[in-house]
């Protein structure tokens, strides 16, 4: 009896979101589009789901829920700050400005500054990004005042440019990436650039099928001990050039996932990496390989002789 009701009350649900003409008065398709964009994004999709119309008005093929959502959906972002630092915590473009929520410490009330006041007591930001931007170009360039960086919400799958993302936030010791989208990302260069408080990074879930160029990625990423890059696919880079430069931490490196058939640029990718005892490439390809020079330079003399016999076809440049 139960389970009768229960499937009744569904089905009067059902009936009701089919005959809410509530969404139908509204007469611009342009505003229309952005009031959904603004729903939640489980309440959209419940609405347009059983209203052909609305689907057909806002052009949405409704059935690719994950489609949807991975353009749509909002990105929530929590940020802990390094205590009495006075500074930026993140960049905002100022057309982008009002897309960009921001709460301080669990607050509700939202803060339209993008910097932390002289001795403020932050303990926790919330930052919500419910616009369809496609850059994350600079997002964290220069906030050195960032201590741990956690992607609580990310479906949305349109973000092309992650270059210089974490660019110089040289207090940075953490970053979650649980829940990270990079399937459609172009460019990673610069990403981690200067990121030397970091010691560990786990990327075993970044979708790198689509990325050109991964040049300068972890550069100066002095305190880096330990990179997981099991399901990278670099079979599209072409730029690896001062990738590692500068990562004097690093011991050991597995690169065996990496495909590097097209790559051309490889010049300083290891410069720098004098605490480097073990390094796999994998099936080392260098048939379009052009510029290596000092790729291996200020790596110790053990290294160098490993990579010469194991490499015979690279180049004595790079070696240098």
Do not use: W
């Not at 003409?21 to 509204?26: A, G, Y």
């Amino acid at each position: 009896m139960n389970s009768f009701i229960e499937a009744n009350k569904e089905k009067y649900k059902l009936n009701q979101i089919k005959a809410n003409n509530k969404f139908e008065n509204i007469k611009n398709n342009f505003i229309l589009k952005k009031i959904f964009n603004n729903l939640k994004q489980k309440k959209s999709l419940y609405i347009l789901k059983y209203n052909k119309n609305l689907q057909h008005r806002i052009n949405l093929n409704i059935n690719d829920y994950e489609k949807y959502s991975g353009i749509y959906s909002s990105i929530e972002i929590e940020i802990i700050p390094v205590s009495n630092i006075y500074d930026k915590f993140i960049n905002i473009n100022k057309k982008d400005e009002k897309y960009f929520h921001i709460y301080f410490n669990n607050n509700q009330k939202e803060l339209r500054r993008n910097y932390l006041k002289e001795n403020e007591q932050i303990q926790k930001i919330k930052i919500i990004i419910t616009y369809q931007i496609k850059s994350f170009y600079g997002l964290f360039y220069n906030c050195n005042c960032i201590y741990s960086i956690y992607f609580k919400k990310y479906a949305r799958r349109n973000i092309n440019y992650m270059n210089d993302m974490f660019y110089g936030c040289s207090s940075l010791k953490e970053i979650h990436f649980n829940n990270f989208n990079t399937i459609n990302a172009i460019h990673m260069n610069g990403m981690f650039y200067g990121c030397s408080s970091l010691k560990e990074l786990n990327l075993s879930n970044f979708n790198t099928n689509n990325v050109f160029y991964m040049n300068g990625m972890f550069y100066g990423c002095t305190g880096l001990e330990k990179i997981n890059f099991s399901n990278f696919n670099t079979i599209n880079v072409f730029d690896m050039s001062g990738m590692f430069y500068g990562c004097s931490s690093l011991k050991e490196l597995n690169l065996s996932s990496f495909n590097t058939f097209n790559v051309t640029k490889m010049d300083g990718m290891f410069f720098g990496c004098s605490s480097l005892e073990e390094l796999d490439l994998g099936d080392f390809e260098t048939y379009r390989l052009q510029l290596v020079y000092y790729m291996f330079s200020a790596c110790t003399v053990e290294l160098k002789r490993k990579m010469k016999a194991k490499y015979k076809n690279l180049k004595q440049e790079a070696f240098k």
